[in-house]
């Protein structure tokens, strides 16, 4: 059982706020500043420390929130195994919309024929989301095509997808040569904290533009409403191609080649470091790598021991 001035800890990691912290916790300030003293002279160093006011985490702090998140996680599932250890496990999968609509389902489907007697739940959101709830013990593995922080997590590469834009065959845009002439055209774009988004906003920065370059730009957390806003001919999208796969084939929607835009990226497994139910996410990882060298369309290297290149 973790020691309460561990909450109080991460709550204020959270929100790096003692005032907030104190006000979610039910506490008082003077309370939360005594379990955070506490801590300090446990451990022996400093956790927080103020730069021009703003309360920071120390070096040292990060670890032991690395840590402690870990410690949380598996306290968690540990509980939820004791309280149903005659019934069947349980195991929480995350995953980012590109992944989750794109060809999830159907291994899903199948890993389920093989394990009638787990408990599965499957979260689909954006990445900033999913990361906070395997943060907060709610996930035992996320997979993910947006931007972590590969020091703080145990991860391992799915495979290499591409970006592209994309828009609908009766769609005006037939051609363009140079980047610049896109901006011309209605972006139809995922929501802020989206993988995509993410890589797309990062291309556009290393060439000197933003988001806000385009005309017109709408913001949509569902790949679904994206492509059916793409069917209906209403501006253009930057995707990974697995996810409008079906649709190019039917000649419905169109691949847009634009000069200088070769965007790859990785699609990532990713789990808390130093977790006793690693080995469990490893196994989940090698059924997916069977499924997909089954499934040509998703061929992708091997999973097991294989760790991303930094």
Known sequence: MLDFRTETFLTVCEYMNYTKAAEMLNLTQPAISGHIKYLENYYGVRLFSYDNKKLTLTKQGEVLKRALQTVVHDEIKLKGMLLNIKQNRSYRVGATYSIGDAYLPRFIANYMGKHTDIELSVTVANTATLLKQLDQGQLDI??????????????????????????????????????????????????QGSGTRAVFEHFLEDKGYTIDDFACKCEFNSIDLIAQMLLANQGISVLYRCVVEEHLAEKRVREIKVPGLDLKHDFNAVWQKNSMYGQENEEFLDELRQWQQENSKFDVPRLTGMFVEE
């Open 142 to 191: 996320v997979l993910t095509e947006g931007y972590f922080s590969k020091d703080d997590y145990e991860h391992r590469l799915i495979k290499e997808e591409n970006l592209s834009v994309f828009c609908g065959d009766s769609y005006k845009l037939r051609k363009v040569d140079s980047l610049e002439e896109l901006f011309e055209h209605r972006l139809i774009s995922r929501e």
